[in-house]
């Protein structure tokens, strides 16, 4: 079962690889290509992708699942931020920023938080109340401070964590300790 599923992990990737060449278009493309439609049902994306892109029934079943995969993380995302919609405009600055440190970033959302992984976790952005995100980090042996404080009870899966309620929290200092989780994490 587990050479199945790594060998299902090699052929996606290299589908999606090959999706630029075999398809004209990427497949961030594609999805934002789907994003805008909002079909009802699995085959009503594959049957657009065949007719209107002339896509192989191959691809076109590939990008509609991860189209409907990437509309999931969505929903995840605007249920964590329910009730909480003023944190939203923090929470895009924030990933922003982190989008800056390298291109191997994978923004992984959960029912209560997003999981910032490389190789491995190496922070998770939660919006703990309806005034403040806290930014949890991975930085085992880090001395804390008055910004960076030990984790706690907040999130086992982190060492540290940093409350913010403003763009303005996100300091230098932040970003340098999110660079060290970040390089820690390969």
Request: glycine share 6%; net charge neutral; proline share 3%.
């Amino acid at each position: 079962m587990y050479l199945l599923l790594i060998t299902m992990d090699k052929a996606l990737e290299t589908m999606i690889n090959n999706m630029p060449e075999k398809t004209g278009k990427p497949l961030k493309e594609w999805l934002e290509i789907l994003q805008d439609r909002n079909f009802g049902k699995h085959s009503e994306a594959v049957k657009f992708l065949k007719e209107d892109y002339k896509l192989s029934h191959g691809f076109a079943n590939t990008i509609a699942h991860l189209a409907k995969d990437n509309n999931g993380e969505a929903d995840l995302i605007e249920e964590q931020y329910k009730g909480k919609e003023g944190l939203i405009p923090i929470y895009e600055h924030l990933k922003s920023l982190i989008t800056t440190l390298g291109n191997d970033i994978e923004f992984a959302p959960k029912k209560t938080y997003v999981s910032l992984r490389r190789n491995k976790q190496f922070a998770l952005i939660q919006p703990s109340t309806k005034t403040r995100l806290d930014l949890g980090l991975n930085l085992k042996g880090k001395k804390p401070s008055a910004q960076l404080e030990l984790s706690g009870s907040f999130n086992s899966m982190c060492s540290h964590r940093i409350r913010i309620s403003s763009q303005d929290n996100i300091t230098d200092d932040v970003m340098e300790w999110l660079k060290e989780a970040y390089n820690a994490a390969i």
